[in-house]
C-alpha cells in the first residue's frame, strides 16, 4: 500500500500522452477541448489506498467531429487502444450510434474512456491510478 509511485505531475504527463496519442490517430482529426470540470485532482477512494493519495484525471470534448463520424471515430479508437496493448473492458451504446469504450492502459493500468454525451458529441478520457503527490508516502503513511 505504502509503495512509492509516479508523481502527481508524472500522472498528469501520462494522462495527456494518453489522450493526445488516440486523439491523433483519428481521422477525422479533432481538435481537444479540455473539460474544466475534469481538472481537479480526486482523492484516490480505492479499497486499501491512503487518503492522501491522487486520482488524476482529464476528459476532452472531440470537437470538429461531425456526429455522422461518431460510430467511426469508436470504430478506431477501439482499434487503436487493442493496436497499443491496451484492454478494452467495456462496449456499449453501438446499437443506438451511441458508442462507449472503457479501458485500460498498459504497463501503467490507465483507465481509458471513449464515451457519447447528449448533444451526440464524443469525448475522450483517463484516469491515472492512485498516486502519491510526490511519489513516495506522506511520513504518515509511511
Known amino acids: 500500500m505504502n509503495e512509492p509511485t509516479m508523481t502527481q505531475a ?10 493526445n496519442e488516440t486523439a491523433a490517430a ?14 481537479p485532482f480526486s482523492m484516490c477512494l480505492d479499497e486499501g ?6 486520482v488524476v ?3 476532452y470534448w472531440l470537437r470538429g467531429v461531425p456526429s455522422s463520424e461518431n460510430m467511426s471515430i469508436a470504430r478506431q479508437v477501439h482499434a487503436f487502444w487493442e493496436r497499443q496493448g491496451h484492454v478494452i473492458m467495456s462496449t456499449g451504446g453501438w446499437q443506438v450510434g451511441h ?3 472503457g479501458g485500460e492502459s498498459r504497463p501503467d493500468k490507465f483507465i481509458l474512456a471513449l464515451t457519447w ?18 511519489g513516495t508516502p506522506a511520513p504518515a503513511d509511511r
Open 99 to 101: 458508442p462507449s469504450i
Open 26 to 39: 483519428l481521422t477525422p482529426k479533432p481538435r481537444l477541448e479540455l473539460i474544466q470540470s475534469s481538472v
Open 117 to 134: 454525451s447528449a448533444g451526440d458529441d464524443l469525448y475522450l478520457a483517463a484516469t491515472s491510478p492512485c498516486v502519491w503527490p510526490d
Open 49 to 54: 489506498k491512503s487518503e492522501n493519495q491522487v
Open 10 to 19: 508524472q500522472a498528469l504527463a501520462r494522462v495527456d500522452q494518453l489522450v
Open 57 to 59: 484525471n482529464r476528459a
